[in-house]
């Protein structure tokens, strides 16, 4: 584009962001979540933290969760009955209620700064939203805790009642509560979940890389691919 152009503006009226890997860098938020969870829950019993590790596909040498692992993308519960299967005697509800307690109090580390990225959108007149697969609870502590609950007209967790991603309807539901049909929406996530269910939606799909998931993995499902989403604006266009 020469210098002095702009982009035209898209047809977009809302956009929905997943939490986890989109509004907060996924490694740099969640890591440390995993070795604290792990550590509680073994007790100090190293083959019991191995055999946590090994269900979450977690690296308790590197601390960090593994490209493939099922929590990445996965609901609150879905993590529990992960790392419970590796306790023996293990209450599912206690150890999701041992994930939501720490889940609220994650290191957050922004994709990319937040408050002015929002400020910006909403100048617009973009509705905007959340939904993640996280608890409900853990999204609207983490949302206060930096600040920017109040730039967000809709905030859903897997258990909101809407359902959960990769299924189509909590992102369906955003759309009835702003009032924007899905093919002016815009569903912006780190993975595959994330934008198989806006293609679902009929809505537009943004996948972007501060998760776990490259490129490669991305592009299938999207319209396009943006390193964070901090280059949101960008793509929008200017008019």
């Known amino acids: 584009m020469t210098p002095g152009?702009?982009?035209?503006?898209?047809?977009?009226?809302?956009?929905?962001f997943d939490k986890d890997g989109t509004l907060f860098d996924f490694g740099g938020t969640?890591?440390?979540?995993?070795?604290?969870v792990i550590a509680e829950l073994s007790g100090g019993d190293a083959a019991l933290a191995q055999a946590m590790g090994q269900a979450a596909r977690y690296d308790l040498a590197t601390s960090a969760f593994l490209p493939d692992s099922p929590i990445i993308a996965g609901t609150n519960r879905e993590a529990a009955e992960l790392l419970a299967s590796a306790l023996p005697d293990a209450d599912v509800d206690a150890v999701e209620l041992r994930l939501i307690h720490h889940a609220a109090r994650a290191p957050l580390v922004e994709a990319a700064p937040l408050a002015d990225l929002l400020?910006?959108?909403?100048?617009?007149?973009?509705?905007?939203?959340v939904m993640t697969n996280d608890a409900e609870e853990a999204a609207h502590?983490?949302?206060?805790?930096?600040?920017?609950?109040?730039?967000?007209?809709?905030?859903a967790g897997f258990d909101s009642g809407y359902g959960a991603k990769p299924d189509p309807d909590?992102?369906?539901?955003?759309c009835r509560h702003v009032g924007h049909d899905p093919?002016?929406?815009?569903?912006?996530?780190?993975?595959t979940h994330d934008l198989i269910a806006g293609r679902a939606a009929g809505m537009q799909t943004v996948g972007v890389l501060t998760g776990m998931a490259g490129a490669?993995?991305?592009?299938p499902h999207a319209d396009v691919v943006l390193p964070d989403i901090g280059h949101l604006p960008g793509w929008l266009g200017t008019g």
């Open 30 to 36: 969640w890591n440390a979540f995993g070795a604290a």
């Open 141 to 155: 502590a983490h949302l206060d805790a930096v600040g920017i609950r109040a730039a967000f007209d809709f905030v």
């Open 170 to 174: 909590p992102l369906l539901a955003f």
């Open 216 to 219: 490669d993995v991305l592009a």
């Open 5 to 16: 152009t702009m982009t035209p503006a898209r047809d977009v009226g809302a956009i929905l």
């Open 183 to 191: 093919a002016r929406s815009v569903m912006v996530g780190d993975s």
């Open 119 to 129: 400020v910006e959108l909403g100048a617009r007149g973009l509705a905007l939203g």
